[in-house]
């Protein structure tokens, strides 16, 4: 049985959490495929919340195994901590696993993602410094750490020896501050690790295609947005990793042909943290208000988000490379109270219409936005409208807000979420692993 994929279609931040967490309800396993604690979700469970980082979203819910792939990278100290709160809160990390070649995040690592951004000045790319952006540099340098190393005592002391005379080298070179570690300190941290860890590492890769073969349910959960894409995004404003469809394959360890749906999870209006280039944000106290409307500050850093109408040139330039098979509408409840609701359909460059989202930043920086403008539902009270109809109780603008995107992406919503509660999401296409059928 092929696995679903659970993809960003923005800049992050689009409600994954909420969305992976109402599919694996009948999932059996849920893999995190990239990214590292630098990404947050929120999960709220009745009066329970659970702020996740480092952790997949599937691991709150019971008898399910949750994955930590190869294509993540992990920060041990911090992940043991979020171990321990969710535990705190109610919740049990017991289906964790961790993959053996994930890479591991160093102190290191985070001192070099501040220097790095200090160094670029008035072009920070506006990283968590979290370390990320290192950590995922030394795996392509093939200098990293991985969590399989934990158990190879002296091969982990070789590369401790090695690693940490060239990372306290180049912390000095960068002003990043100094490494009080010595060879013997980060060894004795690391074996930490393994003692508090090592049970819950283990070869993901043939654990994630086992349980294919046995025909278990696995859902793939991404940890930004394809416009973080390392490739496809708006570098070098991105993230360090690939979030498209792709690198679920790369991430995971699984082939192409384990993914059977491409679930394009889409935020009703457009935000993005840090720097980079937003078309259609909204200036001033419209935009400010905006984003009260919608909480939208980070889980991670509890930045502001910059908002900006809904961007469907974003949305193509996704759909296209993550190959979305279904929409998942989030927040679409946070537009109560707009009379008319604008949608960025194309841009205009230098008098030109660009209907394909470009690589150019020089180009995205001249871009205007091309609107059409819908007419909204005014102040819908929501209250009740899953349990009394789903679909049919939607303002009929609400309802011609989701059938444009839908024709303009010639891709079905086949969610549409009006809350961050379990309870709050209208599934119109029902049984999600078998052949589509929609109410």
């Keep these: 049985m092929p696995g679903i994929a659970v993809i960003g279609a923005q800049w992050g931040d689009e409600g994954k959490g909420k969305i992976t967490d109402y599919l694996d309800e009948t999932a059996d396993v849920i893999v995190r495929f990239q990214g590292g604690n630098n990404a947050g979700h929120t999960i709220i469970v009745g009066d ?39 535990a705190a809160a109610g919740g049990s990390v017991e289906g964790l696993r961790i993959s053996d070649r994930a890479h591991l995040i160093m102190g290191y690592h985070k001192k070099l993602d501040g220097a790095e951004e200090r160094y670029r000045g008035k072009k920070a790319v506006g990283t968590t410094g979290k370390g990320i952006g290192p950590a995922y540099q030394d795996k392509a340098a093939r200098s ?77 959960e991404g940890a930004q947005g394809a416009m973080l894409d390392l490739d496809h995004g708006t570098y070098p404003y991105v993230t360090s990793s690939s979030t498209c469809t792709g690198g679920v394959c790369t991430g995971a360890g699984v082939a192409p042909n384990r993914i059977g749906e491409v679930v394009g999870c889409l935020k009703a209006y457009t935000t993005r943290v840090g720097e980079g280039p937003l078309v259609t944000e909204i200036p001033g106290e419209a935009g400010a208000e905006l984003q009260r409307k ?12 910059r908002c900006g109408w809904l961007d469907l040139v974003v949305a193509e330039h996704s759909s296209r490379l993550c190959g979305f098979t279904s929409l998942a509408i989030t927040k679409i409840d946070v537009l109560n109270g707009y009379d008319e609701i604008p949608v960025c359909v194309a841009y205009e460059i230098d008098g030109e219409r660009v209907d394909r989202f470009p690589s150019s930043l020089s180009r995205l920086e001249r871009a205007k936005p091309v609107y059409e403008v819908l007419k909204g539902w005014g102040g819908w009270d929501d209250a009740g409208a899953v349990s009394s109809g789903g679909w049919d109780a939607l303002p009929r603008e609400m309802r011609d807000y989701v059938s444009f995107i839908e024709e303009r992406m010639g891709v079905p919503a086949d969610i549409v979420s009006i809350g961050p509660e379990r309870d709050e999401t209208i599934d119109r296409r029902g049984d999600w692993w078998s052949p589509r059928v929609r109410a």
Excluded: Q
């Design 48 to 86: 329970r919340v659970f702020k996740l980082h480092g952790l997949p979203s599937g691991v709150v819910r019971p008898g399910k195994l949750a994955v930590i792939g190869n294509g993540a990278v992990v920060n041990a100290d911090e992940l043991i901590e979020e171990m321990e709160a969710v």
């Design 144 to 220: 990293g750490f991985r969590a399989g190393d934990l158990f190879e005592g002296g091969l982990l002391r070789e590369k401790i020896d090695f690693s940490l005379r060239y990372k306290k080298d180049l912390l000095e070179m960068c002003g990043a501050g100094e490494c009080a570690c010595t060879p013997g300190s980060l060894y004795e941290k690391m074996e930490g690790w393994r003692e508090r860890l090592g049970r819950y590492v283990c070869d993901a890769s043939v654990l994630v295609n086992d349980a294919l073969d046995e025909g278990r349910k696995v859902l793939f």
């Design 294 to 305: 919608g909480g939208e500050f980070g889980v991670t850093t509890g930045r502001g988000r």
